[in-house]
T-cell receptor, first 109, second 115 residues
Framework: GQQLNQSPQSMFIQEGEDVSMNCTSSSIFNTWLWYKQEPGEGPVLLIALYKAGELTSNGRLTAQFGITRKDSFLNISASIPSDVGIYFC?????????FGAGTTVTVRA | DSGVTQTPKHLITATGQRVTLRCSPRSGDLSVYWYQQSLDQGLQFLIQYYNGEERAKGNILERFSAQQFPDLHSELNLSSLELGDSALYFC??????????????FGEGSRLTVL
């Protein structure tokens, strides 16, 4: 399957801080997605990006589909305790949805 | 609540054994996907079924098999279990046959522990 490199692997952030994580691939994707997984639950779709260069927001979350179609980033502004979780990037190539290894976010109150 | 139901939530078994994980998709969804999540790893795509037929295959071992029944529920069978098969197994569903929108709805997972 496709190889997605997600970084950082984990981060500790102060409440109120802005957070950024990114994902790169050696191959082109037609769609980039960002999911969040909270403890004991399955991943939930946060943002979907369908066009190169697209910048999309969902509340305090902003994500961009890289111009080269090989990368994407996710920003979380003014982090709060409920932002804790694992954030996964994912790319769609035909039928398959391939996931990155995830970024574990822990918020210090 | 995503509407996707997985059972059992937890399962502990021994090496060499066989287990079956079950998934009921959201009402109206025709596609079912199985993913494996091991410790410190992302979600590895195993297999997809659409309306009863296998649609796509990922990194699924030969010891594993799956099927989707006429009522659209799916089962993932894991046999000759090894310690390394311990993982969280997720089922997801979508309306169509292609994950084009990325709108996969995930269940809460079945945690398998092989001792």
């Amino acid at each position: 399957g496709q190889q997605l490199n997600q970084s950082p692997q984990s981060m500790f952030i102060q409440e109120g801080e802005d957070v950024s994580m990114n994902c790169t691939s050696s191959s082109i994707f037609n769609t980039w997605l960002w999911y969040k997984q909270e403890p004991g639950e399955g991943p939930v779709l946060l943002i979907a990006l369908y066009k190169a260069g697209e910048l999309t927001s969902n509340g305090r979350l902003t994500a961009q589909f890289g111009i080269t179609r090989k990368d994407s980033f996710l920003n979380i502004s003014a982090s709060i305790p409920s932002d804790v979780g694992i954030y996964f990037c994912a790319g769609i190539d035909d039928y398959k949805l391939s996931f990155g290894a995830g970024t574990t976010v822990t918020v210090r109150a | 609540d995503s509407g996707v139901t997985q059972t059992p939530k937890h399962l502990i078994t021994a090496t060499g054994q066989r287990v079956t994980l079950r998934c009921s998709p959201r009402s109206g969804d025709l596609s079912v996907y199985w993913y494996q999540q091991s410790l410190d790893q992302g979600l590895q795509f195993l297999i997809q079924y659409y309306n009863g037929e296998e649609r796509a295959k990922g990194n699924i071992l030969e010891r594993f098999s799956a099927q989707q029944f006429p009522d659209l529920h799916s089962e993932l069978n894991l046999s000759s279990l090894e310690l390394g098969d311990s993982a969280l197994y997720f089922c997801a569903s979508s309306v169509g046959g292609r994950a084009l929108s990325g709108e996969l709805f995930f269940g809460e997972g079945s945690r398998l522990t092989v001792l």
